[in-house]
């Protein structure tokens, strides 16, 4: 009992616990009133346990699972009441009347008439499911009509059983009042929308309201692949956190159909729908590993994977496609030198920084199966300029996250994110500060949270002593028709794309968004258009002098790189992106292996500047920024761009290109040298 206890306080805030805390009390009280009796306390102790249970079933508790688990779950909470109004009935003298006869009745057969419901809600959700969920490809021949309700299936039990008001209500009067029609016709409320309730799931099941079954939609898409023939697949398995792993690539997929290619992304987990960037590349999303493996994917020539992950396994088994390992970031994390990925027929690599990690680590990835591409994504990155002579450079701080096995050296966070926020929020000459975590902070280590916690603190409580300051004040006032006027302007965009997100229709299940999932164009390049005016407006809308913690899917990481002037990062793909831009930059030894072993060990950090965990180099950085006569690490920033990330020209998108086709081709000539 102790520990279920010590889960129900872990996992609700405050308000959640009152709710709980006063839901359960009220079934003590509503025993005492019954045992009295006291009809009015037994009615406020009712209300109290209503309100209560609803709350918490309308915030989604956490609470409420754990309360099933204690056994004290939705259908006994509401049984218990009932059975507590019989007894008041009892004790009142009521019980021996007609109306508390038909009181018991009615419950019982309310609580009857929960299985039915139960069922029928159960089957209708299953049959409404689909074996592969799909955005961009049109359903249309599948016939899958709207779905039901919200109303009637969105927390369908909690609905169903607090139709038990009704009749409480008017026994609860009956008994005060001695009339009994409102007993009766409380209780002929209660089961008259029971059986409404249950007559209107049922209609949902006729025939013609529900989509295919299973192998029928799987016989319509392996009809639909064949007519589509995709070429070329990303596939992706991995958790909802990550989904950006596969966004970071979907502008590159879609560019392959400018050459002839048809590109096809696949999804395991229907989580990562909702996280999915808008695109117009049609996206399958196949839970089932059986449903994958018996799949006609014969068109496909090249699978591309962004993550090495075990459901991989699936699509690599298919013989007929050649499958590479792109990843979602080329850094010196051990993630970048990964055995797993010998098991593809090619890895590509940004550079030839890639090609040399893997022949140092050698973990059996031979040399004539890396293939240097550039990064696409990296397309949007400006160059570096320096600040205007009357502002104040802009330096962003974007840690990495502490890692699955929580090692101090891969986030700076715990060791030195203080100091570095400290001494650049007290530097010499001031500058602004961007915090951008990375999006898993604090997923595995309770400390790596506080740390995060405290910097988003000290970053705030700075912006706020900033307000007060003199220079700031008249900058503000300066500058403050602007920012009203791209505030105005946020508020205005915001107001569009909620309109155009409007579009989905709340009540949809998966069946009916995915027949609706179909890219508009028009649409699409309006989002496109509003959101880069968005972004554009975001940033305009606070002060250049203003600390800013950045938080979220938008404004994305890129774009934080271009309005800074340098960067203080860790041991990850962020540096080698930012490397891009030609920007100085410095990275945590938070291993503490020192600078030449740390340079030595890893490739990106060595046009950096390397900081120790109290950060007291970082003056070399800022001094770096507005003078590039200052900026000692300038050449070799730029020879160690093109190491890491491969020549200027060709484009990188073209060389990605390039490298499909030429796999493509291999895979052909294989397939039909097997097929003689």
Known sequence: MTGIFLRLVRGG??????AAAVMLVSYPLMLLAA???????????????????????????????????????????????????????????????????????????????????????????????????????????LGISDAAPRLLTHRGAEKVQHLDLFAVTGILVAAETGTGAYGYAGMGLTLGLTLLYIAAVGYHMRPGALPPKRDAVLEWFDEWLRAYRPTVVLYFSGTKESTYQINMWLETLQDLTALDERPLLIVREQHTLPGLAATTVPVACVPSAVHLMNMDLSSVRVALYPANVGKNIHLLRVPTMKHVFIGHGDSDKVASINPYAKVYDEVWTAGRAGRDRYALADVGVRDDAIVEVGRPQLASIRPAEAPAADRIPTILYAPTWEGWTDDPGNTSLMLAGENIVRRLLTAKEPVRVLYKPHPFTGMVSPRAKAAHERIVAMVEQAGARRATEPRWVRAAAAEQAGLEAARAELVRIEAQLERLDRAADESADEAQTSRDAVVDPAREAEAARLKEQWNDAYWRSFGWWEHRVVTGDQPRLYDCFNVSHGMVSDISSVVSDFIASGKPYAVTDSAGLGEQEFKRQNTAVRAAVILAPDAARIDELLAAVPDPAADPLRAAR???????????????????????????????????????
């Open 13 to 18: 805030n405050a308000g959640e616990l009152g």
């Open 638 to 676: 730029e020879e160690l761009k093109e190491y890491l990330l491969g020549p200027d020209e060709p484009a990188s998108v073209v060389r990605f290109g390039e490298a499909v086709r030429a796999l493509a081709e291999k895979s052909e000539r294989r397939n039909l040298e097997r097929a003689v």
């Open 35 to 141: 045992l009295i009796p006291s009809l009015g306390v037994f009615a406020g102790a009712a209300a109290v346990s209503y309100v209560s249970d609803h709350f918490l079933h309308h915030r989604g508790a956490y609470l409420l699972n754990q309360l099933s688990r204690a056994r004290a779950g939705l259908t006994l909470r509401f049984m218990l009441r009932q059975l507590l109004l019989v007894l008041l009935l009892a004790r009142m003298g009521v019980a021996g009347d007609t109306v508390g006869y038909e009181a018991i009745a009615c419950f019982a057969l309310v609580a009857t008439l929960q299985a039915p419901h139960s069922g029928l809600l159960t089957l209708l959700r299953n049959r409404r499911k689909l074996p592969v969920i799909t955005r961009n490809i049109d359903l249309a021949p």
